[in-house]
């Protein structure tokens, strides 16, 4: 499609209609009243950044935007029309692509059949009942390609990484979006979350892409990415919306203020001594094909930080060292020992804590209340019910989680409080001695990120040993005593941030 046809498109006509116009939304879940009134609108040619406290209400709006979930209260037009969605189908058709903050994608069909499934015109790759393999395939690969992503559309979703998942989720809403017969909307809910720098490039070239033909609303938790990439930033707190600015009038630590109602702290930083024997001790691990002759320590009370972009196999060392995946050949000692057939159950038995990047899948059961996700470790299933919930609403209070329901189930808090609880969860254990971290700030609000980084920084100080894949280098940089560079499954470099800080421009070069 292209522009001259937007205009001669009759609901599109006239650029003064605004893509997207919300009067007096609102939604409650219960007791919570989750969206208290939203007005909003949204122009053509605009990319308007949403951001906001963990719960603060922003997937529950643009929930109710995608047809996932009605509204209780309020209406909402899209290019001018009433939008009456009765399903997710009635909000492609109108031209809105999202990428939610959980994946959704069906593991066992293909990338393209993906991208398909959710195209405005899904049926029309099927004809007399045979699925027309070469258009679904060159169809994906054609918007593959416009968000720069060398997946092959035949490949599983289920062979892929995370990383390249969510790709396939971008590309799937650009096709929705802009395939429709309607000004697309583009809907984006935190999609940068795991993307390392080239994919993250790629993506904002594409949104700026769509902005010319139509509008994007996006969500993220970085604030320096939201300034880059959009028009205009709305806040939202508590449910409502709080302020509405032009990007080029406001500046990260105004934006921090205005979220979280307080000013930004500087990093704070400091040095700890190498200390102690080390609790879990890696040496020339290798697995073929995904990371080779990987060695490091970690001691008591020092954070080190795996660095590298998607392809460097830092996941996968993590995993092993979990016992979550296995290797080839190397060694692992943990306590002074060395360990073999090393399974998950034997690392938690150890004192080692995991936190997957991919809390959804691995790191809770969404089904279940938070208390008893919180119980889900070596120690938690020992102690009794009455001290279960103590300790419950005592890590709720650390770590700000809201609401403060622990015996509500832990799929209706925001994707951000999961988080929290999926953290709190090893935290909490007093048998403690290792943690793996996978990207552990990743979905929390700047506010939440400060408060994380404590509690990592307290467990540090009672002489847990921390390893940590951070979502930036900054993040290394700001948290770790030693950092490794990993490339390709092998390390690069490895620096002792006491003896020689490397700079992010040292860790980038070594990366790539
Ligand atoms: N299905 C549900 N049942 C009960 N409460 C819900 C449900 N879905 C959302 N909520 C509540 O609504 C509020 C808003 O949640 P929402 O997911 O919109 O927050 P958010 O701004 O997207 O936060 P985050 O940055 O953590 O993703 C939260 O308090 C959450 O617990
Ligand atoms: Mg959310």
């Given at each position: 499609m292209t522009d001259s046809d937007l205009i001669t498109d009759g609901r599109a006509a006239g650029a003064d209609v605004p893509v997207l116009r919300l009067r007096g939304l609102q939604k409650r879940f219960g007791q919570l009243h989750a969206l208290k009134g939203i007005d909003l609108e949204i122009r053509r040619g605009e990319?308007?950044?949403?951001?906001?406290?963990?719960g603060a209400g922003k997937s529950t709006l643009l929930k109710i935007l995608t047809g996932i979930q009605p509204a209780d209260e309020g209406t909402f037009e899209v290019n001018g029309e009433r939008a009456r969605f009765r399903g997710p189908r009635d909000a492609v058709a109108a031209g809105i692509g999202v990428v939610h903050q959980e994946q959704s994608l069906l593991l066992h069909l293909s990338v393209a059949e993906n991208i398909q499934m959710h195209a405005a015109d899904a049926g029309d790759g099927v004809r007399l009942g045979l699925y027309r393999w070469g258009r679904i395939n060159r169809r994906a690969q054609?918007?593959?390609?416009?968000?720069?992503?060398?997946?092959?559309?035949?490949w599983r979703?289920?062979?892929?990484t995370f990383v390249e998942r969510q790709m396939v989720e971008i590309a799937r809403a650009v096709a929705a979006g802009t395939d429709a017969n309607a000004t697309p909307l583009l809907v984006l809910d935190e999609p940068t979350s795991l993307l390392e720098p080239a994919e993250l490039a790629a993506l904002e070239k594409e949104i700026r892409q769509i902005a010319r033909l139509g509008s994007v609303?996006?969500?993220?938790?970085?604030?320096?990415?939201?300034?880059?990439?959009?028009?205009?930033?709305?806040v939202m707190r508590n449910g409502e919306v709080?302020?509405?600015r032009s990007t080029d009038a406001v500046g990260e630590d105004e934006l921090f203020e205005l979220m979280i109602g307080r000013a930004a702290k500087a990093p704070e930083r400091e040095v700890r001594a190498a200390t102690g024997e080390p609790v879990l001790e890696v040496s020339g691990l290798t697995r073929r094909g995904a990371f080779h002759d990987v060695s490091f320590a970690a001691r008591p009370g020092r954070v080190v930080a795996l660095v590298g972009t998607s392809g460097s196999g830092r996941e996968a060392v993590c995993r092993a060292a979990f016992g979550a995946e296995g290797y080839d050949s190397g060694e692992l000692k943990v306590a002074g020992r060395r360990v073999e057939s090393w399974t998950i159950p034997k690392a938690i038995a150890a004192g080692l804590g995991y936190v997957p990047s991919e809390r959804r899948v691995e790191g809770m059961v969404g089904g279940m209340s938070a208390i008893d996700n919180l119980s889900l470790t070596r120690s938690g299933a020992l102690i009794a019910p009455g001290k279960q919930k103590q300790q419950a609403s005592e890590w709720f209070e650390r770590l700000d989680v809201r609401p403060r329901g622990p015996k509500l189930e832990l799929e209706r808090f925001s994707g951000g409080n999961q988080q929290k609880v999926v953290l709190a969860k090893w935290l909490k254990d007093q048998g403690l001695k290792a943690l793996l971290l996978d990207h552990p700030l990743r979905g929390l609000d700047p506010g939440a990120g400060d408060t994380v980084k404590r509690e990592i920084r307290t467990a540090c100080a009672a002489g847990i040993a921390v390893v940590l894949l951070p979502d930036t280098l900054e993040e290394a940089l700001e948290m770790a005593d030693e950092i490794l560079v990993l490339r390709d499954g092998g390390i690069t470099a490895v620096y002792d941030v006491a003896v020689d800080a490397p700079t992010t421009l040292d860790l980038l070069e070594k990366q790539l």
């Open positions: 990319v308007v950044g949403l951001i906001g406290e963990n054609k918007v593959l390609d416009q968000v720069g992503s060398k997946l092959d559309p035949r979703v289920s062979d892929l609303i996006f969500v993220s938790h970085r604030l320096d990415e939201i300034l880059r990439v959009c028009d205009r930033v709305v709080v302020a509405d």
